[in-house]
């Protein structure tokens, strides 16, 4: 929870290293950078006490919920939420029924905004790149003679 909860804050993971052996000291010795000081005292008391290096010492998830801190952070969400609750009118989308004949579904769709060719096949090239049909058909006959060419 700890590296998870430090993660959050840091955007990057506690403990990083260039190999296992490395990593492996880093997370025995507790040694990680201190989140960004914008965060509140708090919260960075509370990463420091989930990435203890002894287990024992971690706090568990009830020590956690029943902490002052958050506590008080989660009375101030949820007060939060009522709050929107009450001033906003509920934006939710209606169910979408979809009829039993699809052809009525199309009908109410908007039409679709595709190029009418494909953006890399040669009918988008202008024309002035555009093989010619003499150049094709020479083209062709040397694929198909190098793929019949036996090994000499």
């Known amino acids: 929870v700890g590296c998870m909860v430090y993660e959050l804050c ?3 993971p506690p403990f990083l290293a260039d190999s296992f052996p490395e990593l492996r000291r880093l997370v025995q010795a507790g040694s990680y950078p201190p989140i960004s000081r914008t ?3 708090a919260l960075t008391t509370t990463i420091s006490r989930l990435l203890r290096v002894n287990p024992r010492e971690r706090p568990g998830a009830k020590e956690l919920l029943e902490s002052a801190d958050l506590q008080r952070n989660l009375n101030r969400a949820d007060y939060l939420e009522n709050a929107e609750a009450e001033d906003a009118p509920a934006a939710l989308l209606e169910t979408i029924k979809v009829p039993h004949n699809i052809t ?15 953006p890399n096949s040669p009918r988008a090239w202008p024309a002035s790149h555009r093989p010619s049909n003499a150049g094709q058909k020479g083209a062709a006959a040397a694929a ?3 793929a019949l060419a036996l090994p000499g």
């Open 10 to 12: 840091a955007l990057r």
């Open 39 to 41: 965060y509140s005292y």
């Open 104 to 118: 009525k579904l199309t009908n109410q769709l908007p039409k679709p905004c595709y190029p009418d060719v494909r």
């Open 144 to 146: 198909a003679n190098n």
